[in-house]
Nanobody, 124 residues
Framework: QVQLVESGGGLVEAGGPLRLSCAAS????????MGWFRQAPGKEREFVAA????????VYADCVKGRFTVSRDNAKNTVYLQMNSPKPEDTAAYYC?????????????????WGQGTQVTVSS
């Protein structure tokens, strides 16, 4: 089992930076990749970014590429999502997830464990 706890969400003005954190505990050594997804009201959950745990390979959704950065601190078992230049359309609940086995990291079905989410609201 892997437990995930997100933090760092809140209200931010458009253009202002915000950093989300996802702390993992439990059997983290079995983690292949960590992903960030988001879900806005009335919309389906969508992929944001992912990073492989051992090699640090990153993948981004086109809508956040160049603005968001995903990183990890293996010693702290923590993954981060640095949100630079956020836009009002980035407003959503953000979830981190952990995948145990290789797969398409942009596909939420690859992930087994999910956090409870943290709300991000970007004001214009």
């Amino acid at each position: 089992q892997v437990q995930l706890v997100e933090s760092g969400g809140g209200l931010v003005e458009a253009g202002g930076p915000l950093r989300l954190s996802c702390a993992a505990s439990g059997r983290t050594f079995s983690t292949y990749a960590m992903g960030w997804f988001r879900q806005a009201p009335g919309k389906e959950r969508e992929f944001v970014a992912a990073i492989t745990w051992s090699r640090g390979v990153t993948v981004y959704a086109d809508c956040v590429k160049g603005r968001f950065t995903v990183s990890r601190d293996n010693a702290k078992n923590t993954v981060y999502l640095q949100m630079n230049s956020p836009k009002p359309e980035d407003t959503a609940a953000y979830y981190c997830a952990a995948a145990r086995a290789p797969g398409v990291v942009s596909n939420q079905n690859t992930y087994v464990y999910w956090g409870q989410g943290t709300q991000v609201t970007v004001s214009s």
